[in-house]
């Protein structure tokens, strides 16, 4: 077994997931496909087996942890990026409907080469920034997710006027992240959110410190949030 599957499964192992042979495999695939296509342009800066292997699918796998007792919902995933956390969640939890946002066309790109390539189905892509898409389907998923994309004020007015009422949004942020919680305290109440659990975790292998918060949806959002594009990085609430 090499380094890449190895990773996997220990780490797997040691978050308590079950990861099956068809799982490590497409893991592995995408991995293949991630570092082909970022010599052409930039994906990603991890490019050592054992990185991707913890940085990216792992990392992505953190939120699954958050799903267990979530089954056959619709999840959107703003800014997907190369595909995380989005596709190694769907890859793990098949029986999960997934949309996968990003503002940039050669992402977009991308993903679908790896959804065409592992044969994926329940899965799809949108081309669009966030405040634009809200407008056509908001309050339409059982959860969001989102890694890596912004400060938590910005974040919450990205992703929760996607959520329905009762439904969540689950960030995964580094460590540092608890000032920006406080900060965004104002903007969580305003959009509808209310925080339910701040889950402190590390990476299986390095020890990199995680953090995973989960925020309920407790009352719709107001029909004027998102404001226009560039508006909520500009001036957060």
């Known amino acids: 077994m090499n380094i890449f599957k190895q990773t996997i499964v220990t780490g797997a192992e040691k978050m308590g997931l079950n990861i099956t042979e068809e799982m490590l ?59 995380f956390p989005g596709l190694p969640t769907k ?25 065409t390539k592992l044969s994926l189905k329940g899965v799809n892509t949108v ?36 959520v329905k009422p009762g439904g969540v949004f689950i960030a995964a942020k580094g460590p540092g992240v608890t ?9 969580i109440n305003v ?10 975790d590390k990476l299986p292998v390095s020890g990199d410190p995680r953090v995973i918060i989960t925020i309920r949806k407790v009352k719709n959002t107001p029909k004027k949030y998102p404001r226009k594009a560039g508006k909520p990085r500009k001036n957060p609430l």
């Open 91 to 115: 890859i793990y939890r098949p029986d999960i409907e997934v949309l996968l946002v990003d503002a940039v066309r050669k992402k977009v790109d991308f993903m679908n080469k790896v959804i």
């Open 179 to 187: 000032g920006e919680i406080i900060l965004a305290r104002h903007a």
């Open 191 to 200: 959009l509808g959110g209310q925080v339910e659990n701040i889950r402190h």
């Open 127 to 162: 081309h669009a920034r966030a405040e634009d898409l809200a407008g056509k389907i908001r309050e339409s998923y059982d959860v969001a997710v989102s890694r890596a994309v912004a400060e938590m004020r910005v974040l919450v007015e990205y992703t929760l006027p996607f």
């Open 25 to 83: 495999e497409q893991f592995e695939e995408y991995s293949h496909l991630l570092l082909e296509e970022n010599k052409k342009y930039n994906l990603t800066s991890i490019t050592k087996q054992q990185e991707v292997a913890e940085k990216h699918f792992l990392d992505s796998l953190m939120i699954s942890r958050e799903l267990k007792y979530f089954f056959n919902i619709s999840m959107i995933d703003i800014g997907s990026g190369a595909g």
